[in-house]
């Protein structure tokens, strides 16, 4: 899909309204912003601390925006399926402007130096696979990165039930920071963050869940037990079926560790790709080490499909199926539902 440009403006032709993140004293909140385009410029801001965009946030920014350009544009872009949608439809009615909604994808190239140069100012989610655009980084790492972090209206990757802004989004920067110290072994700085977290939202699953990935770090049977307090507040909780997954291929149980990579997925919200693409690749690896290539075949197939831009999954599928002498021809085949990765596979 072709992302649009500056340059496919007119003047006085179109505002862009695009939505970033931020925490704001552990509220998740959105801003909403708006664009002139071409010149690039931003013309206004409103802070949304609501569930979500009120008719009084649409009317605002567009006033605010007014106040900067001195005139309304033809019709307002905006993503589709943003929460913003109704409220922003009415307010540009009322100013006789069309409200024109498209593939989010559209707009990438439009946003990402602003994500970028918020991001460097504020913790923004939304805004972390920018942080360096400005570096030789390979476009498939930055998608990977994309992919890890939820989108702010979709159910939470914990399968509460929730929508992420009004789940783990406030934990969400203490999450990522336990994470970072503890590959870092740095213990100390990873359980401080794994503290906030729960002075925030308690002893959530999740909570316990990224605990015992700290641990996991520095004394496995202390992860191992708190582990099984996750499991024990959620059995359906599914990164913490997914780590047990990883601890049981550790020991060799094979069997189990497939039971439990296969409840990850079954648990896991169909909008987590990033999650459901780990598990299943690590549900092909213990496929393969059982004895059985076809299934971890389609297993890692179906991990490529989630998130093509993975080189791991791309690795497995070369070197131990569609590289492997030792499998029939039909069995070395790029089945047909990924051939159209095939170029990127190769």
Known sequence: MKT??????????????????????????????LMDLPSGKLLGFQAVDTD???????????????????????????????????????AAAVRDIRLECVPEPQLEDLIAPVKQSYGQRCFSPSSMPYAALDEDIDEMDRESVKQMIPETYDPCWCASGKKFKFCCKPIFKDIVGAMAFAEEGRKDE??????????????????????????????????????????????????????????????????????????????????????LNEAYNNLGTAYFESGDPMKAKAAWEQALVLMPSDKTVRRNLIEFIYGNAQLSGAQ????????????RVR
């Open 190 to 275: 990873a359980l401080r963050h794994i503290e906030e977290a729960k002075k925030i939202v308690g002893e959530t699953p999740e909570v316990l869940c990224r605990e015992a990935i700290v641990w996991s770090h520095f004394d496995k049977d202390k992860s191992t037990a708190i582990l099984e307090r996750a499991l024990a507040a959620n059995p359906s909780h599914p990164r913490a079926n997914y780590i047990r997954g990883i601890d049981l291929m550790d020991a060799g149980n094979h069997h189990g560790a497939i039971e439990a990579y296969k409840r990850a997925i079954d648990c896991y919200p169909k909008t987590a790709r990033y999650h």
């Open 4 to 33: 649009w440009q500056l340059t496919d403006f007119r003047s006085g032709d179109a505002w862009m309204a695009f939505r970033l993140d931020a925490q704001v004293q552990n509220q998740a909140v959105d801003i909403y912003m």
């Open 332 to 343: 070395r085949a790029v089945s047909p539902f990924v051939e159209k990765f095939f170029d």
């Open 52 to 90: 979500v965009a009120k008719d009084r946030h649409a009317q605002a920014l567009l006033d605010s925006a007014f106040d900067v350009k001195g005139q309304w544009p033809k019709r307002i872009i905006l993503a589709k399926a943003d929460p913003a949608e109704d409220p922003l439809r009415k």
